[in-house]
């Protein structure tokens, strides 16, 4: 009877342990480098959330995230287009076509990259509550008239090209949020210093990475460029990234730098924590007082994809796209003067 009894014993033990354990939560898994920083390195790329319209539509209120039919449709409609856009066929893009405006016959499948996931983001813009950006200031609103006062039918000089087009920089923004095509973004890390390339014209950033409590100064103001000045530190397992000096009337905060041009009060504070394997969640918060009423905030994650490295971005090889929209504009001209 005793034998029976520790048996039993025994066995309830080996049950009420293997049941503790079970239903332990699982602990967080910890990336690091091999000195003790959070490891966010790696090629990632925002493809899951190219077709998320930037500003909230109406429809969706305050709300952050699709119901599940919403994002019943938003799944379905994101199949056909990866599977039209690997078959190499246009794709029926309906939901993806409303959102942008466009025929979606007007899309070379061969630039276009969708990914197989549909996010729940009713958009990329998540503060404020309303999910727009807030209203422009006087002084970009004038900004913004003039602009289109001045636009040309065609290009005088290349003045009248865009940064982007003339393949300089997109700036920080329009670096990581999802366009087209080239989104991948690879990471680097070192002690004290974190490099993040990205795929579409090559930019390089080096963010020197101090204390919290201890980070050094910005360069002088009178030192500005198209990606401005980075400083980095760590707060647990996110890296914050805080830019200034950046140079005004040139790009704006949306994608491939498009947008209203931002002012040289310009400040952007970056969030990089990494939440998975293969995901890092992404956040700029955007503080510009000479150009927005108030602060905005975008979010969105990125993604490591198997197969995915970053392309040789030849741009328009030679420049010869500038040179030839400046010829043929030139051209147009004479032919009209002609007649």
Known sequence: MRRRLLISGMCLLAVSTAFSQATKPAAKQQFKTSWGDPDLQGVWTGDDYYGVPFERPDRYGNRRYLTDAEYAERAKEVDVLST????????????????????????????????????????????????????????????????????????????????????????????????????????????????IRYEMIHETRLIPIDPADKPRPHAPAALKTYMGDPRGHWEGNTLVVETTNFLAGNLGIGGNGGGTPYSDALKLTEHFTRVGARTIQYELHVDDPKTYTAPWTVAFTITQEPGYSIFEYACHEGNYAMRNSLSAARAEEAAAAKK
């Open 84 to 195: 039209s856009v690997q078959a190499g066929v246009y794709p029926n893009a309906g939901y993806w076509a409303r959102q942008k405006g466009v025929d979606a016959k007007a899309v070379p499948t061969n630039w276009t990259e969708f990914a197989r996931r549909a996010p729940r983001q009713t958009a990329l813009v998540v503060e404020p509550e309303n999910g727009k950006i807030p209203p422009l200031t006087p002084q970009a609103e004038a900004l913004r008239a003039k602009i289109a006062a001045d636009r040309k039918p065609r290009p005088e000089s290349w003045l009248d090209i865009s940064t982007y087009d003339r393949c300089i920089s997109r700036g920080v923004a329009g670096s990581i949020f999802p366009v087209i095509y080239g989104n991948g973004t690879q990471i680097v890390q070192q002690p004290g210093l974190v490099a």
